[in-house]
């Protein structure tokens, strides 16, 4: 079995509070793994190929507690689509 390990090194997000921004970063990250690691999506992606830009559409950003977490699930399985060949 492979592991995946996301390290996000830049994000930039404007108009955040840093406190904010590190919550939504390390949200990301950790659906980004969970997308990622899910093995039939995986099995679509798994060969080498490049994709040197993705657009992911207009995501909606929520505020409250539970917006940084939406906003992220819908970036990740956004990625996970993106990365199909």
């Known amino acids: 079995m492979s ?3 996301v390290n996000i ?3 930039v997000l404007k108009r955040f509070e ?5 919550a939504l970063s390390n949200e ?6 969970h997308v990622l690691a899910n093995p039939a999506t995986r099995s679509e992606w798994a060969h080498s190929h490049r994709t040197p830009v993705m657009t992911l559409g ?5 505020g409250g507690k539970n917006g940084p977490s939406k906003f ?4 990740a399985q956004a990625v996970g689509r993106g990365l199909k060949p």
Do not use: D, F
């Open 3 to 5: 592991h995946i390990r």
């Open 9 to 11: 090194e830049r994000l």
């Open 18 to 22: 840093p406190l904010e921004g590190k």
């Open 28 to 33: 990301l990250e950790a659906q980004l793994q």
């Open 58 to 62: 207009t995501m909606p950003l929520e």
């Open 72 to 75: 992220a699930r819908c970036v």
